[in-house]
């Protein structure tokens, strides 16, 4: 079993709807971050987190640790936003220099 | 502009034959990585740097090498590239402190025949 997960795999959406990715992890964390990854290939930043939660703009995360479970919601869904988004975890002492990655998750949003 | 930057953005080579990508950052950032990202596997850590002179092993190192003799430049080096190391390579930076968020380059594709 991967240490982290992120479902679902692929998601197709209509212009406007409200989308929710999500991510699991089975370790001890000092930080989780949410990347989006541009059909280009480049790797951009949306948030980093530790406890509760975030916006920026359409972007909402949360991060629930007792559950180990993380969220990336984006509202009013727009062909733009189409990309893959990373989750990925950052270990407690030792391991926080390390980043563990999910797989990913397709988003495509069709007008 | 802050940016991380990576060369070449594209090569194609052949097995055996050393190569370099070469990784460079403006923002005077301590810590740089470098992942690989393969289908259905996701990214993976090489190799990371907390400081000049400063570099340990991550998940996948084997077939690597680095170095960290600047604070802002980090390459990543393939002594005998095998086509197992066909990949997608990203390299990342960022500061030293918790939490911290990492700046990516844009990449490199690599292709060994």
């Known amino acids: 079993k991967n240490e982290v997960e992120q479902s679902p795999q692929n998601l197709t959406a209509q212009e406007g709807e409200f989308i929710t990715i999500n991510c699991s992890y089975s370790v001890g964390i000092s930080a989780l971050h949410w990347l989006q990854q541009h059909p280009g290939g480049g790797i951009v930043s949306l948030f980093m987190?530790?406890?509760g939660k975030k916006k920026h703009g359409r972007l909402i995360a949360t991060i629930n640790i007792q559950e180990k479970h993380s969220s990336l919601h984006i509202t009013a869904s727009h062909p733009r936003d189409s990309a893959v988004y990373i989750c990925a975890v950052r270990g407690c002492t030792g391991t926080a220099s390390k980043l563990t990655f999910g797989t990913g998750t397709r988003l495509q949003v069709t007008l | 502009e802050a940016q991380v930057t990576q060369n070449p953005r594209y090569l194609i080579t052949v097995t055996g034959k050393k190569l370099t990508v070469t990784c460079s950052q403006n923002?005077?950032?301590?810590?740089m990585s470098w992942y690989r990202q393969d289908p259905g596997l996701g990214l993976r850590q090489i190799y990371y740097s907390m400081n000049v002179e400063v570099t340990d092993k991550g998940d996948v190192p084997e077939g690597y090498k680095v170095s960290r003799k600047e604070k802002r430049n980090f390459p990543l080096i393939l002594e005998s590239p095998s086509p197992n190391q066909t990949s997608l390579y990203f390299c990342?930076?960022?500061?030293?402190?918790?939490?911290?968020?990492?700046?990516f380059g844009p990449g490199t594709r690599l292709t060994v025949t």
């Open positions: 987190l530790s406890s």
């Open positions: 990342a930076s960022s500061l030293v402190g918790n939490p911290y968020e990492q700046y």
């Open positions: 923002m005077n950032h301590e810590y």
